[in-house]
Each structure stands twice: as structure tokens, then as C-alpha cells.
């Protein structure tokens, strides 16, 4: 029977629920990230319990967030929000001494409509440490989309970007003179391989990936000129007109347009760095937007995937489903396809068309170079209705959120908690093969316990 290749990508939308963690669980690796921040949820108790189990802190552990309860008092307006807050933020300042304190507004805000937006310039002013407002509440589609409201938020305290004599990009005629308002002309630096206008990525990566990161793009002769967010808040990178910005997770869609829109910069719509494909979809974007020719790219892939056959021999011909929970679902999907797996659908929360152009663009080439039709995206899927395709398709591996891995392994279908793809360490070319392992883990298992049943069996 032969498979017929879709050209175009199948958008549905169904209503069901958002299965998903709340969003104030961005503050489990933000905090981690920008080392010299503090991090203060204003929420209720239910809050605390989420934030206490979630992230398991232990009882010794002074992590650098903290969690303000809202009683009754606050709730029914009966304490003042300024002076309690005030109060809060002194005796962070005195025991952690931040250099930014980071107020992670929950639903419960929202719905007392309490000011933190007002609060805070003021408050600042007194006690002399930034505070950055984030609104990381329930209306948010999935719970990556936290760190996407954080890093919207922190990139109005970035400096303005401004051209001066000696961040000018010389050629061989000369110095590049900033064009109306001070942006870079884009004929002015075309052709340049060792010099190019400012480059700044954003999206939460550990040190160590954006280090490799880093050090891919300088074989490029791409020197990146910081990242959002920075190590330290003091080390914010400059934003304004002529810098160009790229991001390397597709959650992050409100930084984008928050950079373009208010901060004037110019973005690089590109394939996020998930996978050998998508690592080198990502530089290639990057170099043609600076008109660099790649070296070495191709090689640097096909040896890649050379040094992985033993894990795309397991997947090739399996099926996998995505139920959909982190936002990461076409990337990973994609990523599946080229190691040789079938897709039968990418259920995935919610959907930005534009900021994704790139990486459905690379989904479809995916499939056309895999010989396998486009798979379905499901945009907002109702679980129930999930449930039933997937009782039906039987694929070998469902990737979902935690809350239906336990009801799909008792109907004998194998899982993955998709959250552990959002913790791990996925992005390069480097770390290819932790992903895979992820992936694998359910299915190696699987037949491990079946060669010990036949042995005991034969026994």
C-alpha cells in the first residue's frame, strides 16, 4: 500500500481542558539561571502546596524563591498591599541580597486585581532593588509559558543598544553607517563573514548548552552577543534597533514579539536547535540572515546521526503519539520523524503560527524526505476524544503530560512524561543522545521485560 505525502500541515482544534502545570513552575529553573535573582510568588496556600510538591525542596534547601500567602485579610482588601509587600522585600534584601527581585503574579492577583504593576516602581525606588512583575497565572496555555512571561517582562530593564563609532561593522571599503534611526542597513553588512550587527538569543538554557551553542555559532564566525536571560541580572544584553534576536525554544512567542514591538529588534525565524535536523536548520537560518556561508554543517550532522544508529534502529517503524503538555511537541515530533518513528497526531496546548513558521516549514520537508505523511496537529485537544484515538491507533509510545501516564499504562499503551523533556538537557548537537535516551527508556524497558518473561518461560 503506498503512503501519499501531504503537502500542506492538517490544523484542528478541539475544546478540551489545558492538562497542564501551572505556569508558577517556571520558577524551578529561572531561578536557577539567573544566579543573583530572587524569585516571590504572591499567591494562596494551594499555591505553596503546588510550588512544595513540584518542585521538591527539601527542608534544609534555601533556594532563591519564596512563596507570600495570601490570607484572608489580603484577599478581602483589609491589609495594605504596599506595606506587606514592603515588608516581604526588606527581609529578602537583608538575608539574600538580590540584585533583582522577580514577583510572580498567580490567578489569585488577578482576580482581587491587585496592582502589582503599580506597586512595584515605587516600592523600587525605596528599598533600591529592581522588581520585575510577571503575571505566570493560569490563563497561560501551558506551564513553560511562565518563563515566556518572565523574559517578556525582563526585557524592558534591558539596556538600549545604541551605535556608536566603534560597534560600527567595517569592510573592506570602510566603516557600516546606521541607516534611519540608527538601524543597521542590511545591503550595508551583506557579505561580511567575520563581522556582524549584534546577535542575542533568548530562552532559559542551563550554562553548559549555552556554552555549545555558543561555541557552534563561533564556527560560523558568529559571535553571540549575550543571552535573555543572563547568568546575572546585571548582565543583561542590550536591545534596540540593529540587534537581532533568535530564539531557541518555541514557547517563547511573547518574547518575540515584545522584542520586535517594544524593544525595535530585528527577529531570526528559525528551527529551534532540538536534534541534529533542527541544530542545523538553526545555524543555517542564522548565517543566511548574515549572509555567512555554513562550513561543515552537513558533516557535522551526518556524524551525528551516524554515532546514533543504534537508537534509530530501536525507533525505526514505531509509532508515538503526543498528547500534548509543554509546547514542544512539533519540535520533538519532527526530531521522531527524521530518527524514523511514525507520528500518528501532535496534540499540543496552543499554537503560534507565526513564531512556528520555521519549524512547520521543517516538519513538512521532514516528511517529504521521510516518504510519511504530514501528521495531524491538534490544537487544544480534548483528552477523552485523545483517549479514544489512541485506544484505537495503539501506538507504541503515547508522550503525555503526567496526569494520564498512569490511566494509558494500565490500557498497555507505553509513556513518557513530557515534562522531563522540559528539565532535560535537549538542545545541540551535543546532546542528542539524552534525548533519545528519554525516548527510548519506555521501549527498551519493555523489551528487556519481555526477554525475561520468555527466559523464565523457557526455564
Known amino acids: 500500500m503506498s503512503i501519499k505525502t501531504v503537502e500542506t500541515p492538517i490544523f484542528e482544534c478541539e475544546t478540551g481542558n489545558y492538562h497542564t502545570f501551572c505556569p508558577i513552575s517556571c520558577v524551578a529553573w529561572l531561578y536557577q539561571k539567573i544566579e543573583d535573582s530572587f524569585f516571590l510568588v504572591i499567591g494562596t496556600k494551594t499555591c505553596g502546596y503546588f510550588l512544595q510538591n513540584a518542585l521538591g525542596v527539601m527542608i534544609f534547601a534555601e533556594p532563591r524563591y519564596a512563596m507570600a500567602e495570601l490570607e484572608e485579610g489580603d484577599i478581602s482588601a483589609k491589609l495594605n498591599d504596599y506595606e506587606e509587600l514592603r515588608r516581604l522585600c526588606l527581609r529578602i534584601r537583608r538575608d539574600r541580597n538580590p540584585s533583582v527581585i522577580v514577583w510572580i ?131 543583561l544584553p542590550s536591545l534596540g534597533e540593529g540587534v537581532f534576536v533568535c530564539g531557541v525554544n518555541p514557547f517563547l512567542s511573547r518574547t518575540a514579539t515584545t522584542l520586535m514591538r517594544r524593544r525595535r529588534c530585528e527577529l531570526i525565524g528559525a528551527p529551534f536547535p532540538i536534534g541534529p535536523d533542527g541544530t542545523r536548520a538553526w545555524i543555517e537560518k542564522i548565517c543566511n540572515v548574515f549572509d555567512i556561508q555554513p562550513v561543515g554543517l552537513e558533516e557535522r550532522e551526518n556524524q551525528i546521526w551516524n554515532n546514533l544508529r543504534d537508537y534509530t534502529e530501536l525507533l525505526r517503524g514505531k509509532s508515538v503519539y503526543f498528547v500534548g503538555d ?120 519493555n523489551d528487556n521485560l519481555r526477554s525475561l518473561s520468555w527466559t523464565n518461560l523457557s526455564v
Open 105 to 235: 503574579g498567580t490567578c489569585t492577583t488577578e482576580i482581587i486585581k491587585m496592582d502589582l504593576e503599580g506597586i512595584a516602581p515605587k516600592l523600587e525606588s525605596e528599598i533600591g532593588v529592581p522588581i520585575v512583575v510577571a503575571r505566570a497565572n493560569g490563563s497561560d496555555y501551558a506551564f513553560t509559558q511562565g518563563e515566556d512571561t518572565v523574559l517578556a517582562a525582563m526585557t524592558y530593564r534591558c539596556p538600549e543598544y545604541e551605535v556608536t563609532s566603534s560597534s560600527r561593522f567595517s569592510n573592506n571599503n570602510g566603516l557600516f553607517t546606521p541607516g534611519p534611526k540608527g538601524r543597521m542597513e542590511k545591503d550595508s553588512w551583506k557579505g561580511v563573514s567575520n563581522n556582524h550587527p549584534p546577535l542575542v538569543l533568548f530562552g532559559s538554557l542551563p550554562s553548559t548548552v549555552a556554552s555549545q551553542l555558543n561555541s557552534e555559532l563561533k564556527r560560523q564566525s558568529i559571535r553571540v552577543s549575550g543571552w535573555l536571560p543572563a547568568q546575572r541580572y546585571t548582565e
Open 326 to 445: 509543554n509546547l514542544l511537541e512539533i519540535s520533538l515530533a519532527r526530531f521522531l520523524i527524521r530518527c524514523g518513528m511514525i507520528v500518528y497526531e501532535i496534540g499540543i496546548p496552543y499554537i503560534d503560527e507565526r513564531y512556528q513558521a520555521s519549524e512547520l516549514a521543517l516538519l513538512q520537508s521532514t516528511c517529504n524526505k521521510m516518504g510519511i505523511p504530514m501528521p495531524r496537529i491538534v490544537e487544544k485537544p480534548d483528552n477523552y476524544n485523545q483517549m479514544q484515538r489512541m485506544r484505537e491507533l495503539e501506538p507504541d509510545l503515547a508522550i503525555t503530560g503526567m496526569a494520564h501516564a498512569n490511566p494509558s499504562e494500565a490500557r498497555g499503551i507505553n509513556t513518557k512524561w513530557s515534562v522531563e523533556s522540559t528539565f532535560a538537557q535537549i538542545h545541540g548537537f551535543t546532546n542528542v543522545k539524552d534525548l533519545l535516551e528519554l525516548v527510548t527508556r519506555p521501549l527498551r524497558r
